[in-house]
């Protein structure tokens, strides 16, 4: 099961908001696809075609943005409320992504000036906390 969300940032100014957009695989915490993009159903079909193809076909949650049920299949998508707990480890991640990458914390004063930079940085965070949980899930 795929859980997902997406995160406010932005570049520059807060007036330059930009999406992180991810698919968290529920059993192994790691991140199997995502984009950067605005907040629109434009973004949520980047992220289905992110997608590696295994993946295509898994049961999906997310929370009520009308977007995520227009860009994937109803037969395999719900949505949810925040009360119900279906994306509770996706939500856990962002926190732990803000914790630990000071530019996507909401009152910060480090920043990404360009977009390019942004993108770096999350990519290799992303890199990293997937290899983390890759190698905990060898050790067990």
């Given at each position: 099961m795929l859980e997902l969300d997406e995160l406010w940032s932005f570049v520059g100014s807060k007036a330059n908001t930009l999406w992180?957009?991810?698919a968290l695989r529920r059993r192994t915490r790691q991140l199997v696809a995502w984009t950067l993009?605005?907040?629109s159903l434009q973004s949520a079909c980047d992220l289905r075609a992110d997608l590696p193809k295994g993946y295509r076909q898994c049961a999906?949650?997310?929370d009520?943005?009308?977007?995520?049920a227009a860009a994937f299949?109803?037969?395999t998508h719900c949505s949810c409320g925040k009360e119900e707990g279906e994306t509770c480890h996706v939500e856990r991640f962002f926190g732990t992504l803000r914790a630990r990458l000071s530019r996507l914390v909401r009152r910060t004063y480090s920043f990404s000036k360009s977009a390019e930079n942004h993108l770096d940085a999350v990519h290799f965070f992303i890199a990293h906390y997937n290899l983390a949980f890759q190698q905990a899930a060898t050790l067990n």
């Open positions: 992180l957009w991810v993009g605005a907040r999906t949650r997310s009520h943005w009308d977007a995520y299949p109803k037969r």
